[in-house]
């Protein structure tokens, strides 16, 4: 078939509404609303981490904050990333520090990517898991005895380094 004949077929196709069908039936399916109120959707191994720029891929690691005079999205593939941008940026952003600000980490055992729990990083205990980037914590709302809290994550994953 030509190209013009293409278009033709294909200008047709469209004025009956046959390529707007599928695409609408994909797009109504398309909601926010398996996430938590003010956390903006994660486009899994599509969006990257604002620190590493790994891909985000593994939901058992993920976090988001959000916060700052326009509202701004800052995505992280690894609870670590999460800490290290916040002690690397806490000067420029100084809004980090305030109660608006959100911040959201994804439980390990979240049974699938529909069905995400997610925790406020610094009310939540963490586990040893490996991870994306090799900070090895992982935010799990059943806390085994061997549990730390997000400081003493925080400091244990400050002085590893990286």
């Given at each position: 078939?030509?190209?013009?004949?293409?278009?033709?077929?294909?200008?047709?196709?469209?004025?009956?509404?046959?390529?707007?069908?599928?695409?609408?039936?994909?797009?109504?399916?398309?909601?926010?609303?398996?996430?938590?109120?003010?956390?903006?959707?994660?486009?899994?191994?599509?969006?990257?981490?604002?620190?590493?720029?790994?891909?985000?891929?593994?939901?058992?690691?993920?976090?988001?904050?959000?916060?700052?005079?326009?509202?701004?999205?800052?995505?992280?593939?690894?609870?670590?990333?999460?800490?290290?941008?916040?002690?690397?940026?806490?000067?420029?952003?100084?809004?980090?520090?305030?109660?608006?600000?959100?911040?959201?980490?994804?439980?390990?055992?979240?049974?699938?990517?529909?069905?995400?729990?997610?925790?406020?990083?610094?009310k939540v205990r963490?586990?040893?898991?490996?991870?994306?980037?090799?900070?090895?914590?992982?935010?799990?709302?059943?806390?085994?005895?061997?549990?730390?809290?997000?400081e003493e994550m925080?400091?244990?994953?400050?002085?590893?380094?990286?």
């Amino acid at each position: 078939m030509c190209d013009q004949h293409r278009r033709q077929f294909i200008g047709r196709l469209a004025k009956g509404g046959l390529l707007l069908t599928p695409l609408a039936a994909a797009l109504s399916g398309c909601t926010d609303d398996k996430w938590p109120e003010g956390m903006k959707s994660i486009i899994w191994d599509r969006d990257t981490c604002v620190r590493c720029n790994m891909a985000i891929s593994d939901r058992r690691f993920a976090a988001e904050l959000r916060g700052g005079p326009k509202d701004t999205v800052f995505k992280f593939d690894d609870p670590g990333c999460l800490v290290f941008w916040l002690e690397e940026k806490r000067e420029r952003f100084p809004w980090m520090a305030e109660a608006a600000t959100r911040m959201w980490v994804a439980d390990y055992n979240s049974k699938s990517r529909d069905e995400m729990i997610w925790h406020d990083p610094r009310k939540v205990r963490y586990i040893t898991r490996t991870s994306p980037m090799g900070y090895n914590y992982a935010a799990a709302a059943d806390s085994a005895t061997d549990s730390v809290s997000f400081e003493e994550m925080r400091q244990q994953t400050l002085a590893k380094g990286k």
